[in-house]
């Protein structure tokens, strides 16, 4: 069975730093694209972050580009965000993605295993 369990959320101030992580287990991803979303109440589900599987293709949505880094460690089966200078709209259930396709983009429809989110909150 496909497990995707991410960690790592919680609360910080305005200009914080969080690192997630996101452990996979009863598959191995090392050759297939992962990525991270986000929703945040009312709102609806926003991508932010892929990465291939060479783990040197990545693309981050605009709002964070600049401050948030993902990574993945294909001998772990897992794959971080590394979250830096947040903000308030930052605030949000983060989920930890993974695709059965060669490739994938950034929309939600590529990707077939989805973890049940961590909770981020930047507030002062």
């Known amino acids: 069975q496909v497990q995707l369990v991410e960690s790592g959320g919680g609360l910080v101030r305005p200009g914080g730093s969080l690192r997630l992580s996101c452990a996979a287990t009863g598959r191995t991803f090392s050759t297939k694209p992962m990525a991270w979303f986000r929703q945040a109440p009312g709102k609806e589900r926003e991508f932010v972050a892929r990465i291939n599987s060479n783990g040197w293709s990545t693309y981050q949505t605009a709002s964070v580009k600049g401050r948030f880094t993902i990574s993945r460690d294909n001998a772990k089966n897992t794959v971080d965000l590394q979250m830096n200078k947040l903000e308030p709209e930052d605030t949000a259930i983060y989920y930890c993605?993974?695709?059965?396709?060669?490739?994938?983009?950034?929309?939600?429809?590529?990707?077939?295993?989805w973890g049940q989110g961590t909770q981020v909150t930047v507030s002062s």
């Open positions: 993605a993974a695709s059965s396709r060669v490739f994938a983009t950034s929309s939600g429809r590529d990707y077939d295993y």
